[in-house]
């Protein structure tokens, strides 16, 4: 069964850089066959997909937030990253690493797996 854990810091202030670490276990590689994606879902809001990276290590973005937005990984630690600059409050919400099929991710049923995901808050 594979299992997605995000982790980072929970609470920046504006102008910072948020960096978040997707780690995969339960058997799954990240080079496996799928996209591996980041999705945020801000208060009384739906998901957005902010960008993906697939089993080849080609990395898609969101356009709207591709000017901020930076995706890696490490295949040797089986983990995948997001980097997002210069935060504002706009940015808090809780951000999902997740598995699936589907480069963008608009509903809960477009992966497949799926993180806890992780609060994150931007305030001064």
């Known amino acids: 069964q594979v299992q997605l854990q995000e982790s980072g810091p929970g609470l920046l202030k504006p102008s910072q850089t948020l960096s978040l670490t997707c780690t995969v276990s339960?058997?799954?590689?990240?080079?496996?066959?799928?996209?591996w994606g980041w999705i945020r879902q801000s208060p009384g809001k739906g998901l957005e997909w902010m960008g993906a990276i697939d089993a080849g290590g080609s990395i898609f973005y969101r356009p709207s937030l591709k000017s901020r937005t930076s995706i890696s990984r490490d295949t040797s630690k089986n983990q995948f990253y997001l980097q997002l600059s210069s935060v504002t409050p706009e940015d808090t919400a809780v951000y999902y690493c997740a598995r699936g099929q589907h480069l963008e991710v608009r509903r809960t049923a477009d992966a497949d797996d799926w993180g806890q995901g992780i609060q994150v808050t931007v305030s001064s």
């Open positions: 339960g058997g799954s590689k990240i080079t496996d066959y799928y996209f």
